[in-house]
């Protein structure tokens, strides 16, 4: 009875243990992510809770152009993440085309990352943009890897990252354009 005893111990040690291991290492896709990090901003920790800096990745636009969230640098910044399917994705969109519009020049930027492997048809994400008229960058998440990494797991989700690349707000769900301009009013 006590080898049992000692022996289902062990096992839950060795499963607590596991977890622990698993949990406190970065993912893959965090891998990547944070590996793109240009260097020299080690001012935060790198990461995906408010008050981290945003981890950098580099992805292509539609129309073939590369990008990088390092790109961004002095900017204030949407991060949205997002999908042709999704309809909350779909009425949010308007508003944040309109809020574009209104901040251009303004130093804010906005770049909506299409989960691309969640699309039926990947042809559809730029039939989508002309249909709303998108004027802002679209990237491609065609390896799910940023999604996974920046857990877009729920779409719409939003980042609002300051102009030093500070994450301040994490946003699960449909923006209206007002709420973007306080959200945007509120950061550096």
């Known amino acids: 009875m006590l080898k049992k005893i000692i022996a289902v111990i062990f096992l ?4 607590g243990w596991a977890i622990y291991d698993h949990t406190s290492k970065p993912t893959e896709a965090e891998k990547t992510v944070q590996e793109a990090q240009p260097s020299g901003q080690k001012s935060a920790k790198i990461g995906f809770q408010e008050g981290n800096r945003a981890p950098n990745f580099e992805l292509q636009t539609l129309d073939g152009k590369q990008i990088s969230l390092s790109d961004m640098k002095g900017k204030r910044l949407i991060l949205n993440f997002w999908a042709t399917w ?6 949010e969109m308007p508003h944040m ?4 519009q209104e901040q251009k020049g303004n130093n804010i930027e906005i770049l909506a990352v299409n989960l691309t492997t969640g699309e ?3 042809k559809d994400v730029a039939k989508f943009v002309k249909d709303y008229g998108l004027t802002f960058p679209i990237l491609l998440d065609s390896s799910g890897e ?3 990494a920046y857990q877009a797991f729920t779409i719409p989700t939003s980042y609002i990252i300051d102009s030093h690349g500070i994450i301040k707000k994490k946003i699960v769900g449909p923006m ?7 959200l945007i009013k509120s950061i550096d």
Request: aromatic share 8%; proline share 11%.
């Open 12 to 15: 839950l040690g060795l499963v």
């Open 86 to 91: 999704c309809p909350p994705c779909k009425a």
């Open 97 to 100: 085309q309109k809020f574009y």
């Open 120 to 122: 039926k048809n990947p």
């Open 146 to 148: 940023i999604g996974e």
């Open 176 to 182: 209206d354009k007002e709420m973007m301009t306080e």
